[in-house]
């Protein structure tokens, strides 16, 4: 199995940046895709971003796109998500998704591993 750890979550204001941090442990070899994905309250999770293996390949939501970036640690078993210029809109749980796949999905259905969530709250 895969476990998927989120950190960074916390409460900013708008406008302001945070980073979000996910690490993965146990059978790491079935990670190619790490993403992110959102949950606001009585709303459906949405993606957000992912990221391919080696890096060179990226996926944003039109809502994040030009705001946040996704990327990849050098031990390729980490991403990041820094978000710059925060919306009340962006208040979510967010959470670190992952699969063994040669595309760049941006469905949840189609993800395998997940972490537990970090909350963003951005205040107007």
């Known amino acids: 199995q895969v476990q998927l750890v989120e950190s960074g979550g916390g409460l900013v204001q708008a406008g302001d940046s945070l980073r979000l941090s996910c690490a993965a442990s146990g059978r790491t070899f079935n990670i190619y895709v790490m993403g992110w994905f959102r949950q606001a309250p009585g709303k459906e999770r949405e993606f957000v971003a992912a990221i391919s293996w080696g890096g060179g390949y990226t996926n944003y939501a039109d809502s994040v796109k030009d705001r946040f970036t996704i990327s990849r640690g050098s031990a390729k078993n980490t991403t990041y998500l820094q978000m710059n210029s925060l919306k009340p809109e962006d208040t979510a749980l967010y959470y670190c998704?992952?699969?063994?796949?040669?595309?760049?999905?941006?469905?949840?259905?189609?993800?395998?591993?997940w972490g537990q969530g970090t909350q963003v709250t951005v205040s107007s």
């Open positions: 998704a992952a699969v063994r796949s040669s595309a760049v999905p941006t469905t949840k259905g189609a993800y395998d591993y």
